[in-house]
């Protein structure tokens, strides 16, 4: 894969002028190359704040080796209109994250109870947005479906430990690594093909992402 096809690339794309260099953990290997830390970028999760600074992206710290929607894209297995659609997700998910915007005002001072009140009703909104994209997507790809695809894009996780949650949700206990893998397999496949599914549906119904 080129550098130069940041459409392939996703949210490894070059950092440039419009993206908030925020505080992110140095790039590396960790744990004996379990762990690949790089340095990308995302769409600003806070309008707001994009509106303000005119810097529309927000630089993160990615482990390389745990992402499932960009190892996925960067490999040809979702087109790229699932590769939006698994970033919309991702988006929704982080804007409806936890956040420090309720306590402090940014320049390192307590925030006034009019800012408070604010970000809560911002925090309340994302909130809802979240789990109306959750709903909307149970209707379309299934309630199983919707929760990897949650799981996966939105929260991050690894692939292994969705699996593993799910078998311990469906078993009662904790699989063993041979089944973790299996099952893995299994939810990555069906993941890809649903997150197809729901692209397309989204198409038709001309749903902004």
Not at 61 to 78: M, P, Q, T, Y
């Amino acid at each position: 894969m080129m550098a130069s096809e940041p459409a392939k690339i996703g949210r490894y794309a070059p950092i440039g002028p419009q993206t908030s260099l925020v505080d992110v953990p140095r790039k590396g290997m960790r744990l004996g190359g379990k762990i690949e830390i790089v340095h990308g970028q995302v769409d600003e999760p806070n309008r707001d704040e994009a509106r303000h600074t005119g810097r529309t992206h927000q630089r993160v710290a990615i482990n390389r080796r745990i992402d499932w929607l960009e190892n996925e894209f960067s490999r040809g297995r979702v087109s790229d209109g699932a590769h939006r659609a698994g970033r919309h997700i991702d988006k929704v998910f982080a804007k409806a994250g936890p956040s420090l915007g309720a306590t402090f005002d940014g320049s390192g001072g307590h925030a006034t109870p009019y800012g408070i009140a604010t970000k809560l009703c911002a925090d309340i909104e994302a909130a809802q947005v979240k789990i109306a994209l959750l709903a909307d997507m149970e209707r379309e790809i299934g309630e199983d479906s919707a929760r990897w695809l949650g799981q996966l894009c939105g929260e991050g996780l690894e692939l292994r430990l969705v699996a593993m949650a799910e078998w311990c949700w469906t078993r009662g206990r904790m699989p063993n690594d041979y089944q973790a893998h299996r099952l893995g397999k299994k939810i990555g496949a069906i993941a890809r093909e649903d997150l197809e599914r729901l692209s397309a549906a989204w198409d038709l119904r001309g749903f902004e992402r």
